[in-house]
């Protein structure tokens, strides 16, 4: 009786109830097979997990161990055995990422692996693409389990096998994250550290990578319910709602349509320009304007909102998400205004990849101009940014018209907290000697 099967891009995997491990296809380091074939591991018992990545895949035994077959650097380990590897976290694991709890499930992404233990803390290991694990390391490649921090314990995991996309939920508090790198033609989501999402469920949470599209639909699940594996269902079977078109694999909207008079009910006036935008999709894709028509405009006779206050290029790039679900490459500055707005809206994923845009786009030229405005905005997150950057360039950030702008307190914390951050980063060079 087949108790667990899992499947990769050419090869099967498969639990019996009487502990056999089955694979077929083509899986290194074993022998290529069309039928279905016996692989063993020594010091191995009882297995009571089977999980596949695109190239690798992963076993759990019931003390712990962890048995991998596949390519190196897409989520196997190497540990004391070979073909295949067994790793137990006990006696392989590096002494910075040891810990004294065993593994108690194992969930693989496309080219990389994580895991939970019994205290509920989350490793990751594989392929580190753009640091779609979340952990403390810029290497491409991790090798051996690295802690992904997560602001609490979590119960179960879970990964997408066709993306670098990952998963876990708190069953007690419903809190569920997801990080992780997905690039599609319909969906681009990168998260660098775990976020919060609102959904009941590790199946909810990959509705946005689904093919067919899946819809949440939240009003079907109450707050007090939880929904486990027994629950998961597929996407065919789940109940698609117009009402529910939310998510950002689900925005099959022309690009013309936006910013265009035909059709158009509504106009967003900004300082020396205006948006010709559709109330349906703004309802249906923006928080913000949901609640704007729900609670302001109940008439629905208003055809104009003013939006003048706000930085015109950066929130007519917010409206560009709203109808698209893309960010668009806008200026440091006028991103940071973007990011402002994606949080006084309550749009948090926008919010995170607006953040990794500016993380990257922060140079000599812009960064005192973005403290400025971190700093003015209480953004620590981004005054951390800008504030690395320049502890590794002051002399040329001094010339800039943005550090001969500042005002006084402006001048007065930055310079103290560069100077802290020079300090840290000549004694870590020194411990490096």
Same mark, same amino acid.
């Given at each position: 009786k087949i108790v667990n099967a899992a499947a990769g891009s050419n090869f099967s995997l498969a639990l019996t109830s009487d502990n056999k491990v089955l694979y077929w296809g083509e899986l290194r380091p074993l022998a290529p097979s069309r039928i279905p074939m016996e692989t063993v591991a020594r010091g191995i018992e009882k297995v009571i997990y089977i999980t596949a990545g695109w190239t690798h895949a992963v076993a759990l035994s019931d003390c712990g161990k962890l048995i991998t077959w596949g390519l190196e650097d897409d989520g196997t380990l190497k540990g004391t055995n070979k073909n295949p590897f067994v790793y137990d976290i006990q006696t392989d694991a590096e002494p910075l990422n040891s810990t004294a709890s065993t593994f108690i499930k194992v969930a693989c992404g496309k080219h990389a692996t994580i895991a939970v233990n019994q205290l509920g803390e989350v490793f990751a290991w594989g392929n580190n693409t753009k640091g779609c694990l979340a952990v403390q390391s810029s290497s491409p490649i991790v090798q051996h389990p690295a802690r992904v921090k997560l602001r609490e314990p979590v119960t179960d995991i879970a990964a997408s096998v066709n993306h670098q996309f990952f998963a876990a939920i708190n069953q007690q508090t419903c809190n569920v994250f997801v +990080?992780? /790198?997905?690039?599609?033609? =319909?969906?681009?989501?990168?998260?660098?550290?775990?976020?919060?999402?609102?959904? %009941?469920?590790?199946?909810?949470?990959?509705?946005?990578? &689904?093919?067919?599209?899946?819809?949440?639909? #939240?009003?079907?699940?109450?707050?007090?319910?939880?929904?486990?594996?027994?629950?998961?269902?597929?996407?065919?079977?789940?109940?698609?709602?117009?009402?529910?078109?939310?998510?950002?694999?689900?925005?099959?909207?022309?690009?013309?349509?936006?910013?265009?008079?035909?059709? =158009?009910?509504?106009?967003?006036?900004?300082?020396?320009?205006?948006?010709?935008?559709?109330?349906?999709?703004?309802?249906?894709? *923006?928080?913000?304007?949901?609640?704007?028509?729900?609670?302001?405009?109940?008439?629905? &006779?208003? =055809?104009?909102?003013?939006?003048? $206050? %706000? $930085?015109?290029?950066?929130?007519?790039?917010?409206?560009?998400?709203? %109808?698209?679900?893309?960010?668009?490459?806008?200026?440091?500055?006028?991103?940071?205004?973007f990011y402002l707005i994606a949080k006084e809206y309550g749009e948090e994923r926008l919010?995170?990849?607006?953040? #990794?845009?500016? *993380?990257?786009?922060?140079?000599?030229? $812009?960064?005192?101009?973005?403290?400025?405005?971190? +700093?003015?905005?209480?953004?620590?997150?981004?005054?951390?940014?800008?504030?690395?950057?320049?502890?590794?360039?002051?002399?040329?950030?001094?010339?800039?018209?943005?550090?001969?702008?500042?005002?006084?307190?402006? +001048?007065? &914390?930055?310079?103290? /907290?560069?100077?802290?951050?020079?300090?840290?980063?000549?004694? &870590?060079?020194?411990?490096?000697?």
């Open positions: +990080w992780g /790198l997905c690039e599609t033609q =319909s969906t681009v989501m990168r998260f660098c550290s775990p976020v919060t999402v609102h959904c %009941y469920s590790l199946f909810e949470a990959f509705c946005d990578l &689904a093919t067919p599209t899946a819809v949440r639909a #939240q009003d079907e699940f109450q707050e007090t319910e939880n929904l486990t594996d027994p629950d998961f269902v597929s996407v065919a079977e789940l109940d698609l709602k117009w009402g529910n078109l939310k998510t950002l694999a689900d925005r099959q909207i022309p690009l013309d349509m936006f910013n265009n008079r035909e059709m =158009s009910d509504i106009t967003i006036k900004l300082n020396g320009s205006e948006i010709y935008a559709h109330k349906v999709i703004l309802y249906y894709f *923006s928080d913000h304007y949901r609640n704007m028509f729900r609670e302001q405009w109940k008439d629905n &006779a208003n =055809s104009v909102v003013d939006m003048s $206050n %706000y $930085n015109p290029t950066a929130y007519s790039a917010y409206v560009r998400f709203v %109808y698209s679900g893309r960010v668009e490459e806008i200026d440091a500055i006028d991103m940071f205004d919010a995170v990849e607006c953040l #990794q845009f500016l *993380s990257e786009a922060v140079c000599v030229e $812009n960064v005192a101009l973005l403290f400025s405005s971190a +700093w003015k905005n209480k953004c620590q997150e981004m005054i951390d940014t800008c504030i690395k950057e320049s502890a590794k360039n002051l002399d040329d950030v001094m010339l800039t018209k943005g550090f001969t702008n500042f005002t006084t307190d402006e +001048w007065r &914390a930055f310079c103290q /907290l560069t100077a802290t951050e020079r300090k840290n980063q000549q004694t &870590a060079d020194h411990s490096k000697d």
